[in-house]
């Protein structure tokens, strides 16, 4: 049994994306809470924050991450506010590591453009990345075992996560250390 692999960082930072490619290197499962939320609602995330509120999101996403910290050997792409609550941290820390993907505002714009599924980006994008990445940079930095650079190629930044797991000694199974030597 292993530790979860949960990957935490700004929208648009790629966390769903670097999560499936790492889960299928290490063979592991994947859960995103954000995907999790849908499954449980059977409604979008605009549709949940239009009803309930950012207040009522967080809730819903408390809940999955409480029920996803009774798991191991799980890759999680979290939701870009799951850690902002020290409760969602202490859950996740129980039986996981949480590295945070960074990439500077500039990139997130440029990913985030044209995408209308996130409500907290209404208004101008550019102001509310900027914004939104420097109320939350220090907490990101503050809950997570490592930090790496997610402005390169999806596929580098999952490499670079499975290279730090690798080295972390209690992140990875021997079976998976074995199979990411290879």
Known sequence: MSRNL???????VGKSTVAARVA???????????EEIRTWTGRSIPELFAAHGEAGFRELERRVV????????????LGGGAVLRDDNVASLLLTGAIV????PPEVLVERLT????????????DEQVRATHAARDARYRQVSDAT???ARPHLEVA????????????????????????
């Open 6 to 12: 949960c990957l935490v960082g700004m929208m648009g």
């Open 66 to 77: 409480e029920e996803l910290s009774m798991f191991h050997d799980l890759v999680i792409a």
């Open 148 to 150: 790496i650079d997610a």
């Open 24 to 34: 299928d290197r290490l063979g592991r499962r994947l859960a995103d809470t954000d």
């Open 114 to 125: 044209g995408d209308t599924d996130r409500p907290l980006l209404a208004g101008d994008l």
């Open 100 to 103: 945070h993907l960074d990439a």
């Open 159 to 182: 490499e670079d996560v499975i290279a730090w797991a690798l080295h972390s000694g209690d992140v990875l199974t021997p079976s998976e250390h074995e199979q990411v030597m290879t």
